[in-house]
């Protein structure tokens, strides 16, 4: 069974703090990790990661995956208060056709002014 | 582009009453998936389809919970009868399908039940 453990659960930090926020997996058969911003209702997508050591960056936000350790993380540079949300991270099911995204309990980031 | 579509935003039922959700994909999604995210917890997938067909759903609790996809297109997803336990966001997604595994999935707002 495929398995998500983030860490910690919950970060609180000031704006202009950078965090790094964790991702640990266990799978079967490896293709893919997704990160995912959740702050109400939907999750939305930050970033792919396919391919270990690689960075992916967007503005303030970067992940970076090791598949030899299993882990990704996400980082956050000088935060602001819209960085509050819940983080995400889940990779896809590794049988067969399927690929609905098992994910981890994620992060509840709050950024105090 | 519009997102996927989902309602109702919130239902309120009481135990052992029936409900069902809706959900409408980004056009031209093959893929369609429900999840059900219970407070505190990450979303959990309970049924997965490519077009009309069911590619997964081996965690969908079948005793209680229907789900089809007539048409390829749009979705829902039934409970009958509900228990407590069932209190939960539903969310519904959908993705390209082209290349399984690499596959961003676009989440709809979800459906907030409250079982009484």
């Known amino acids: 069974e495929d398995k998500v453990v983030q860490s910690p659960l919950s970060l609180v930090v000031h704006e202009g703090d950078t965090v790094t926020l964790n991702c640990s997996y266990e799978?079967?058969?490896?293709?893919?990790l997704l990160w995912y911003k959740q702050e109400k209702k939907a999750p939305t997508f930050l970033f792919m990661l396919t391919s270990s050591g690689i960075e992916k960056k967007s503005g303030r936000l970067s992940s970076i995956l090791d598949k030899k350790e299993l882990f990704s993380i996400l980082n956050i540079t000088a935060t602001q208060t819209g960085d509050s949300a819940v983080y995400l991270c889940a990779v896809p099911y590794s049988g067969g056709g399927a690929d609905g995204l098992t994910f981890g309990k994620g992060t509840h980031l709050i950024i105090q002014p | 582009e519009a997102g996927v579509a989902q309602s109702p935003r919130y239902k309120i039922i009481e135990k052992r009453q029936s409900v069902a959700f809706w959900c409408n994909p980004i056009?031209?999604?093959?893929?369609l998936y429900w999840y059900q995210q219970i407070l505190g917890q990450g979303p959990k997938l309970l049924i997965q389809?490519?077009?009309?067909?069911?590619?997964?759903d081996s965690q969908l609790p079948k005793d209680r919970f229907s789900a089809e996809r007539l048409k390829g297109v749009d979705s829902t997803l039934k409970i009958q009868p509900a228990k407590l336990e069932d209190s939960a966001v539903y969310l519904c997604a959908s993705s390209l399908g082209v290349r399984k595994g690499h596959n961003e999935q676009f989440f709809g707002p979800g459906t907030r039940l409250t079982v009484l």
């Open positions: 056009s031209g999604h093959a893929t």
């Open positions: 389809f490519q077009n009309n067909g069911v590619v997964d």
């Open positions: 799978v079967t058969n490896f293709r893919s």
